[in-house]
């Protein structure tokens, strides 16, 4: 039997908060019904509570939408356009946990996705990678997670036709989160 969180050595309570130099946050989209065009957001902020109870973990996540790269400028400046992301209304993405379920190190994390205006619950499954002291005294964690989601339940449905048939985009979109968060020092307490 796999333990869960509550009996780990090396879980610890607290407040986290984001590692930006070891996270990444990608995405993909089917293209053209034969491959993915993949992109990446690269100012994001993520904060973790880990209380005594493991199961009243929380997460809160923000995605500076106008941060989106994909390799290719102008692809990149129509994601933001209304056709997309419509940033001008909406510069942020964010996500709020409103539930977790652990399996070792396997979990669910269920939560509220704001995209556009339009907030769904989405459920992340994601592996927690462990908890270790680096060379500087700080204590990090990591993680991996992933979802999917149909961009038209978000309001972000701008396709062209094919000659051929089909469309351009395909509906899922695959976003993952490769995440290390650092244990802040508790109030009061010496950086």
Do not use: C
Request: aromatic share 8%; hydrophobic share 35%; net charge negative.
């Amino acid at each position: 039997m796999t333990p869960n969180l509550a009996t780990r050595s090396d879980y610890r309570t607290g407040t986290w908060k984001l590692d930006p130099t070891h996270s990444e946050l990608t995405f993909s989209v089917r293209h053209l019904a034969i491959s993915k065009v993949r992109g990446s957001f690269q100012a994001f902020d993520v904060t973790v509570v880990t209380p005594e109870d493991p199961s009243q973990i929380s997460v809160v996540a923000t995605v500076d939408v106008a941060s989106v790269t994909t390799g290719q400028a102008q692809r990149d400046g129509h994601l933001l356009s209304s056709d997309f992301f419509l940033i001008e209304e909406h510069p942020t993405m964010t996500f709020t946990s409103t539930g977790i379920t652990v399996d070792g190190d396997h979990f669910n994390l269920v939560g509220d996705l704001t995209l556009r205006g339009v907030t769904k619950s989405v459920t992340l499954k994601g592996e927690f990678g462990g908890i270790v002291t680096d060379g500087y005294g700080q204590t990090k964690a990591g993680a991996n997670v992933s979802t999917k989601i149909n961009r038209h339940d978000f309001g972000v449905s701008w396709n062209a036709a094919l000659e051929a048939g089909g469309f351009t985009l395909g509906d899922d979109v695959t976003i993952n989160l490769d995440v290390q968060v650092v244990l802040q020092p508790e109030d009061g307490a010496a950086a």
